[in-house]
């Protein structure tokens, strides 16, 4: 009895040394990484955060550790800075996705958006530099070691964000016709523009009866709605193509029918699928891209949706309009009423037959000149985009755009991310701000500057960088400028983007300029970022 109390007083005891020596033990990890022990970093460990030449703030990041020990209040400050730049901006730097270098050049700043009715046309001017406060991080170091890095403030004068009001954009349904994968891949892009508004997608699966595994409709149609996007998604009723005329009667048909004949049948689905609300049905291709519904439903309202209307835009290369004529180019997005689409819907197998045009456009327009009167109205703001390469000086022009296409094949840029700060301030999407002497900022595409400075360049023009920027594309774009050589013109691109709408949130994007190996240097490449933080 008394044997077995000893052992447990013993055991008691063990006990609480154990824990003792445990609780001793976390405190002191703990306190080796808080943020609170960073004034040893400061004297020694500057190759974390270091100022960068130039830098205009040399020593503002690190004065921040210099906290006195009996300063209570700083100390809390500092900390909890480096605890948000931790959990947030550097979690962000470090996503694998972007590729950035080890070290990199890093500046953010702080964007309190105004609202003074700006006169969105014209460039804003702002005197002081946009790149200032610039610190070098290192990506692979441990960022509780190291300073918040400086966010300097910046007003910003910006359009209102767009009202949000649930649903209000249900007269409006989209149709595309493409493959599963594509239409499962764009879910994020379409999601951008679409989720919320209320606003129907019709999408029909060119591909959806092909294979020893079907493919999960139902599922894709599940994950679209989760994104909040009102989305239907269907396999053709239309098995194989339809012979065109000129196809060779021995010709075995297309099965499952062709992408672009689905594409022209769509106007039959959409029907289908529209409701009394609906007023305009919207034949995109799976690359048709809208930053945002409200210009465009503002835009299609100027048109009578009770008459037979046919809304769209032209090419923007001469050689294509002398090619296919006068026509909605598809890319850009075209607009029926549902009167209109009522008058084609009995002959949409016919026009098929009687065409040879290879292309759902090409024989929307045989129909429409062969089975009604109704003419093509060209609507401000869409655009075709046959552009390849660099589309920078589309982006850079400051102009509005309705519609964006050819953005993931014959030019690449991150639509979906470029667009997101709409849901910030509207109509501020490639609003443009000239800082100082030679940087100009088109808000969601680049940050860019000019080694000549601005005084000599006219932003009213738009500069001449893509292939064949020339004669062939002035009717719609010029006069241009003169392309600029890369030597010219160092440009930071949007690349990712970060963060909530809701009030009192914060949305960040982050434009990147790549460091490029210099040839036979040892040294290490080191990449740029600029974080705008904008403070909702
Ligand atoms: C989605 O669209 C259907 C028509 O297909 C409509 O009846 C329904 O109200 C819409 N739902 C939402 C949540 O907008």
């Known amino acids: 009895m008394l044997a077995h109390q000893c052992s447990a007083r013993a055991y008691i005891a063990i006990l609480i040394a154990l824990i003792l020596s445990i609780f001793l033990l976390t405190a002191n990890r703990l306190n080796n990484v808080s943020p609170i022990s960073l004034p040893h970093f400061s004297t020694g460990g500057s190759s974390l955060a270091e100022s960068t030449g130039g830098s205009q703030q040399p020593d503002s990041s690190t004065d921040q550790l210099n906290t006195q020990p009996d300063n209570k209040y700083d100390q809390a400050a500092t900390s909890q800075a480096v605890a948000e730049f931790c959990n947030n901006d550097w979690k962000l730097l470090r996503r694998k996705e972007l590729g950035l270098t080890n070290k990199v050049a890093y500046t953010r700043r702080c964007i309190k958006p105004t609202h003074n009715n700006p006169d969105r046309e014209a460039v804003g001017k702002i005197s002081d530099s946009l790149v200032t406060g610039t610190v070098t991080l290192n990506l692979k170091a441990n960022c509780e070691q190291f300073a918040p890095p400086p966010c300097e403030p910046l007003e910003l004068d910006v359009p209102p964000a767009y009202a949000a009001q649930e649903e209000q954009y249900n007269h409006l349904l989209f149709g595309i016709a493409s493959s599963y994968e594509r239409i499962q891949t764009s879910l994020p892009v379409f999601a951008q523009w679409l989720a919320g508004t209320g606003a129907q997608l019709l999408a029909v699966v060119a591909d959806a009866d092909e294979g020893f595994i079907k493919p999960n409709l139902r599922a894709l149609e599940a994950q679209y709605r989760n994104a909040g996007v009102n989305a239907s998604i269907i396999a053709p009723k239309m098995k194989e193509s339809l012979p065109r005329l000129n196809t060779n009667p021995d010709e075995k048909l297309h099965q499952p029918a062709a992408v672009e004949q689905l594409h022209f049948l769509l106007i039959r ?101 062969t089975r009604t009167t109704t003419k093509l109205t060209v609507m401000e703001g869409l655009y075709q985009h046959d552009i390849r390469g660099d589309a920078s000086g589309f982006f850079e022009s400051g102009r509005r755009t309705l519609s964006i296409h050819h953005w993931k094949s014959w030019y690449h840029v991150p639509i979906d991310k470029m667009a997101a700060i709409t849901s910030v301030c509207g109509d501020c999407f490639l609003q443009r701000w000239r800082f100082g002497s030679d940087t100009l900022f088109a808000n969601g595409y680049s940050i860019t500057q000019y080694r000549e400075g601005l005084d000599n360049i006219n932003l009213d023009l738009m500069e001449a960088t893509f292939e064949e920027a020339d004669s062939r594309f002035d009717f719609v774009y010029g006069p241009f400028r003169p392309r600029l050589d890369r030597y010219d013109k160092k440009s930071y691109r949007l690349v990712e983007v970060d963060g909530t709408f809701e009030k009192g949130g914060q949305f960040k994007q982050l434009y990147v300029y790549r460091a490029t190996k210099e040839e036979g240097s040892d040294a290490e490449p080191v990449d740029e970022v600029v974080e705008l933080i904008w403070d909702v």
Request: with cysteine.
């Open 269 to 369: 689905d959409m029907l289908d699928a529209a409701t009394p609300q609906t007023k305009w049905l919207g034949v995109l291709d799976d690359d048709t891209f809208f930053p945002a519904m409200d210009p465009l439903s503002v835009a299609l309202s100027q048109y009578d949706h009770t008459k037979p209307m046919w809304l769209g835009a032209l090419a923007d290369n001469w050689i294509s309009m002398k090619i296919w004529g006068f026509m909605a180019y598809g890319g850009a997005g075209t607009f029926l009423s549902v009167p209109l689409a009522k008058q084609l819907e009995p002959h949409l197998e016919d026009c098929v037959r009687q065409t040879d045009v290879p292309s759902g456009d090409g024989m929307l327009r045989d129909c429409m000149y």
